[in-house]
């Protein structure tokens, strides 16, 4: 049983580009979260997908944005990058009272 | 400002040895969870404490809970070399995970 899968492992982008991170839940979660941690820190929720829609929101702008699809899978865009979205991107899925299971990341360089 | 604090920020210890690392907060949380992350992965989930007061235990690993849900506290008993990692504390609000920055530790062996 697959766990939490994300693609791309690592990238690399410069600033003011565009990325598309992406993220298949384990099988039979329905509610996908996304993080950002910083080096040295702890994750930073970002937002919560259910049923295609953006449940939760962290205090990110609005360069951040998400889709979910109808497979549960979802999708974070990040706009005009800046150096300081420069992070490991977690994404975390869950079904109802079930735990949280965290997938391995995206590691994000903004140079 | 930070919701959930965690002390202490790094640790290094010797193989065999106890530890105990704090997870603090002024604010209350319906339930609280560990996790261990190593290096270029995800954080893996340790525990879910609920109930005030109550303590888990994961083989030499015991977990507690504070009487009003505010602060946690795990102790690792005989660490071992595979203890090594980023250990999170993350409280469970709404829903959402809101974490601590965690205490990195090191067992030598």
């Known amino acids: 049983d697959a766990g939490v899968t994300q693609s791309p492992t690592h990238l690399i982008k410069t600033r003011g580009q565009q990325v598309t991170l992406r993220c298949s839940p384990k099988s039979g979660h329905d509610t996908v979260s996304w993080y950002q941690q910083a080096l040295g820190q702890g994750p930073q929720f970002i937002f919560q997908?259910?049923?295609?829609?953006?449940?939760q929101r962290g205090n990110f702008p609005d360069r951040f944005s998400g889709h979910q699809f109808p497979n549960y899978s979802s999708e974070l865009n990040v706009n005009a990058l800046l150096l300081g979205d420069s992070a490991l991107y977690l994404c975390?899925?869950?079904?109802?009272?079930?735990?949280?299971?965290f997938g391995s990341g995206t590691r994000l360089t903004v140079v | 400002t930070q919701l959930l604090e965690q002390s202490p920020q790094f640790l290094s210890i010797q193989e065999g040895e106890n530890l105990t690392v704090y997870c603090n907060s002024s604010?209350?949380?319906?339930?609280l969870q560990w996790y261990r992350q190593e290096p270029g992965e995800g954080p893996v989930l340790l525990v879910t404490?609920?109930?005030?007061?109550e303590v888990k235990k994961l083989k030499r690993l015991t977990f507690q809970f504070g009487d009003a849900r505010k602060d946690s506290s795990l102790h690792i008993t005989a660490a071992q070399p595979g203890d090594t990692g980023l250990y999170l504390c993350a409280g469970i609000r709404s829903e959402k995970l809101v974490f601590g920055k965690g205490t990195k530790l090191t067992v030598n062996p």
């Open positions: 997908y259910y049923e295609e829609e953006e449940r």
């Open positions: 604010s209350v949380f319906s339930s």
């Open positions: 404490v609920v109930t005030g007061g």
């Open positions: 975390a899925s869950r079904l109802a009272v079930d735990g949280y299971t």
